[in-house]
């Protein structure tokens, strides 16, 4: 990732932080020590998967709701991102609903989760 690119996730990180929701969201240890055991490198991949089923289409149908609030420390990180429905990506991150996410978009919010993973394991 570039600089600007850093710079973009860690001020929208900044912003999330400043909200009462948001920011109390945090991985519990089981959640990171599964991260440790799997490795960051693992997690980025079942992020991207999740992204690409589960939020990437143009229409969902549970959209609000296709995110659980546990169970994955990905799942975790998308609701602290605003990253867990269309909605919150619009609301968040200005990503238009009603359109197919295009992978400048997808990767994003994978950088964006993997930030935030990161800053829970330090």
């Not at 149908?61 to 619009?90: E, W």
Request: charged share 35%.
């Amino acid at each position: 990732m570039n600089d600007k690119g850093r710079k973009i996730i860690e001020y929208k990180l900044n912003q999330l932080s400043n909200s009462k929701f948001r920011s109390h969201f945090h991985l519990k240890e089981n959640d990171k020590l599964y991260c440790k055991e799997k490795g960051l490198d693992i997690i980025e991949q079942h992020a991207y998967d999740f992204i690409v089923k589960r939020l990437a289409p143009k229409d969902i149908n549970n959209d609000g709701k296709q995110t659980p609030m546990r169970g994955h420390p990905v799942f975790i990180s998308q609701h602290a991102t605003g990253t867990c429905c269309r909605g919150c990506l619009y609301k968040w991150h200005k990503i238009e609903t009603g359109k197919e996410l295009n992978d400048k978009e997808i990767q994003y919010i994978v950088r964006l989760i993997m930030e935030w993973i990161k800053k829970e394991l330090d």
